[in-house]
């Protein structure tokens, strides 16, 4: 019903930056919630990000003041701006949101796109 398609992965080095962006598509009537989690090899997946329609934002505090998190309602899309990047950012960043769909709501889960984070 949603499909979730990540873009914006890649290599950088320590210090850098990068943006992620997620499109959200198929058939929904609105989204309530659209964030990023992240997973490293051996560790459990962790929120990074989230933003409600509302625009109220949660951040990990592992990336408060480096990480901002946007979302364009009009595109059904939300964005991950990654500035001073380190080592430890480097993991799969997932795309989630909770749609309202026909029969209530539901969350969805993008593939992933890996970061990668060179010292």
């Known amino acids: 019903q949603v499909q979730l398609v990540e873009s914006g992965g890649g290599l950088v080095q320590a210090g850098g930056s990068l943006r992620l962006s997620c499109a959200a598509s198929g058939t929904f009537f609105s989204i309530n919630v659209m964030g990023w989690y992240r997973q490293a090899p051996g560790k459990q997946r962790e929120s990074v990000a989230t933003i409600t329609s509302g625009g109220v934002t949660n951040y990990a505090d592992s990336v408060k003041g480096r990480f901002t998190i946007s979302r364009d309602n009009a595109k059904n899309t939300v964005y991950l701006q990654m500035n001073s990047l380190n080592p430890e950012d480097t993991a799969v960043y997932y795309c989630?949101?909770?749609?309202?769909?026909?029969?209530?709501?539901?969350?969805?889960w993008g593939q992933g796109t890996q970061v990668t984070v060179s010292s």
């Open positions: 989630y949101c909770n749609a309202v769909i026909a029969t209530g709501w539901r969350n969805y």
